[in-house]
Nanobody
Framework: QVQLVESGGGLVQPGGSLRLSCTAS????????MRWYRQAPGKQRELVAV???????NYADSVKGRFTISRDNAKNTVYLQMNSLKPEDTAVYYC????????????WGQGTQVTVSS
């Protein structure tokens, strides 16, 4: 059974930094794209960043220049380094990955809360 487990959320002051991690476990053949989404209260879930298996990245305009997505394929782990955090970054952050186990399908983590407040 494949699972995605996130960690690293918390409370941080504006201008601060956090690093989120998400590790896939189980019997995994390969992992294609890995993504971070977020959902703020009363808003739709939005794509924050995506990284391909080859390391190509894309970001939402709202986080470009502040957030960095990376991955360690040997550890089946994706990271989101978040710098210069703003109150509007407050949300539950979700990891998503396209994983080939018995077949290719999308998997989601349970979410981790990030709160940016003074």
């Amino acid at each position: 059974q494949v699972q995605l487990v996130e960690s690293g959320g918390g409370l941080v002051q504006p201008g601060g930094s956090l690093r989120l991690s998400c590790t896939a476990s189980g019997i995994i053949v390969s992992i294609n794209d890995m993504r971070w989404y977020r959902q703020a209260p009363g808003k739709q879930r939005e794509l924050v960043a995506v990284i391909s298996s080859g390391g190509s990245t894309n970001y939402a305009d709202s986080v470009k220049g502040r957030f960095t997505i990376s991955r360690d394929n040997a550890k089946n782990t994706v990271y989101l380094q978040m710098n210069s955090l703003k109150p509007e970054d407050t949300a539950v952050y979700y990891c998503n990955a396209q994983i080939v186990a018995s077949r290719l399908r999308d998997y989601w983590g349970q979410g981790t809360q990030v709160t940016v407040s003074s």
